[in-house]
């Protein structure tokens, strides 16, 4: 027990001397920190150094990798050609001006951020992806995939559609094309056509009737679309069955309601409704009849002709809309065509108008000389 104590006083003892003259302590740490003069103490320093910084490097660098993979807005900053090939928009500062718009009304789910929500939804648009592909992508299951994609179709359409919109004959008249600068077209203030999108087979035998299309050999929903001479898309109906005749769209889809007297319609020989534009004291122009006639006489082929190179217009604008939105080209599922109540608009409504007035944000086809 002594010796126990002696030597527990003797610590005690040293500890104290060594509190008491702090030299003490700074001897040791000079001594500690002198530089090692041995060539392999050096060498294996320098080793270490360097590996330390190449680590740094690789980590940087996957730090980088992760942030594109991640589809993160610095993903598209720099690459004008990315946000094109993979949204339809034609630069990074107008996908920023859109996502800008409806951020405010964006909901995150599923650990996704608003920007990676709506840019999923653009991109399933775009390359009419499935829903799994952006369930891997985004690591996210399939039906969170599916719900974040139809919430965020719902918003893209209550702030997007706005950019549809019928603008004012002096408008028009502001920038209108050369083509349509002469006596015979210059007062147009709209061009229609419908085109078709391919939908699966109903199985209800009624709606499997109503959206057979003869002219398609099979199921669509038809929608009328209408233009400026600009090529700026300024109406979109709602789906009909693809059984439904073009002047039966026109007719009761609310495109009449937007006439002035005095405004110019082309159509194409389908649109027989020269009657219910007239109510408006609008005027229609379409391509001359054959039926009856060996042959068009000189004056209505020269007519025709000068119809169909302004009409044309329509239809380039309408393969912008599906060549640029290629879910358009698709075959469309029921469950996108159909509504929990009555007068709603389906998905698919809203993807069409959601994919043309993101067309109305880019160039337009139609050239201004």
């Given at each position: 027990?002594?010796?126990?104590d002696?030597g527990?006083?003797?610590?005690?003892?040293?500890r104290?001397?060594?509190a008491?003259?702090s030299y003490c302590n700074?001897?040791?740490y000079?001594?500690?920190?002198?530089?090692?003069?041995?060539?392999?103490?050096?060498?294996?320093?320098?080793?270490?150094?360097?590996?330390?910084t190449a680590?740094?490097?690789?980590?940087?660098q996957?730090?980088?990798?992760?942030?594109?993979l991640?589809?993160?807005?610095?993903?598209?900053?720099?690459?004008?050609d990315m946000?094109?090939?993979?949204?339809?928009?034609?630069?990074?500062?107008k996908?920023m001006?859109?996502?800008?718009?409806?951020?405010?009304?964006l909901k995150?789910?599923?650990g996704?951020?608003p920007?990676?929500?709506?840019l999923?939804?653009l991109?399933?648009m775009?390359?009419?992806?499935p829903?799994h592909?952006f369930?891997?992508?985004?690591?996210v299951?399939?039906?969170?995939a599916?719900?974040?994609?139809?919430?965020?179709?719902?918003?893209?359409?209550?702030?997007?559609?706005?950019f549809?919109l019928w603008?004012?004959?002096?408008?028009?008249q502001?920038?209108?094309p050369?083509?349509?600068?002469?006596n015979?077209?210059?007062?147009?203030?709209s061009?229609i056509d419908?085109?078709?999108i391919?939908?699966?087979?109903?199985?209800?035998?009624?709606?499997?009737?109503?959206?057979?299309?003869?002219?398609?050999?099979h199921?669509?929903?038809?929608?009328l679309?209408?233009?400026?001479?600009q090529?700026v898309?300024?109406?979109?109906s709602?789906?009909?069955g693809?059984?439904a005749s073009?002047?039966?769209?026109?007719?009761n889809?609310g495109?009449?309601?937007?006439?002035?007297p005095?405004d110019?319609?082309?159509?194409?020989?389908g649109?027989?409704?020269?009657?219910?534009?007239?109510?408006?004291?609008?005027h229609l122009?379409i391509?001359?009849?054959?039926?009856?006639?060996?042959?068009?006489?000189p004056s209505e082929l020269?007519?025709?002709?000068g119809?169909?190179?302004?009409?044309i217009?329509?239809?380039?604008?309408?393969?912008?809309?599906?060549?640029?939105?290629?879910?358009?080209?698709?075959?469309?599922?029921?469950s996108?065509?159909q509504?929990?109540?009555?007068?709603?608009l389906?998905s698919?409504?809203?993807?069409?108008?959601v994919?043309?007035?993101?067309?109305n944000?880019?160039?337009s086809v139609?050239?201004?000389?």
């Open positions: 027990m002594q010796i126990d002696c527990d006083t003797s610590a005690q003892e040293g104290g001397q060594t008491d003259h700074s001897a040791v000079a001594e500690s920190s002198v530089p090692c003069s041995n060539e392999a103490c050096q060498e294996t320093v320098r080793r270490l150094t360097e590996e330390c680590l740094r490097s690789e980590v940087y996957l730090r980088e990798k992760v942030s594109t991640s589809f993160s807005q610095e993903t598209f900053k720099d690459n004008d946000v094109q090939d993979l949204t339809g928009l034609p630069s990074f500062a996908l001006v859109v996502f800008t718009f409806v951020s405010p009304f995150v789910g599923a996704l951020n920007f990676q929500c709506f999923m939804t991109m399933r775009r390359l009419n992806l829903l592909f369930s891997y992508i985004f690591h299951s399939k039906p969170t599916g719900r974040i994609f139809n919430s965020m179709l719902n918003v893209l359409h209550d702030r997007l559609f706005r549809i603008p004012s004959k002096e408008q028009i502001i920038s209108l050369m083509c349509f600068k002469n015979t077209y210059r007062n147009c203030t061009i419908c085109f078709e391919f939908i699966k087979r109903p199985k209800n035998l009624r709606a499997r009737a109503q959206t057979y299309s003869q002219y398609k050999h199921n669509t929903a038809k929608y679309i209408s233009i400026t001479p090529g898309i300024s109406f979109v709602r789906g009909w693809g059984r073009d002047r039966h769209i026109t007719e889809c495109y009449l309601e937007n006439l002035l005095g110019l319609v082309l159509a194409d020989r649109f027989t409704v020269g009657d219910a534009v007239g109510l408006y004291s609008a122009k391509s001359a009849f054959t039926r009856g006639k060996k042959q068009l006489h020269e007519y025709s002709r119809l169909a190179a302004v009409r217009h329509v239809e380039r604008v309408i393969g912008l809309v599906r060549n640029k939105y290629t879910i358009l080209q698709s075959t469309i599922p029921i996108l065509c509504t929990a109540t009555p007068g709603e389906t698919l409504d809203k993807m069409v108008r994919c043309c007035a993101l067309c944000i880019c160039q139609v050239p201004s000389q």
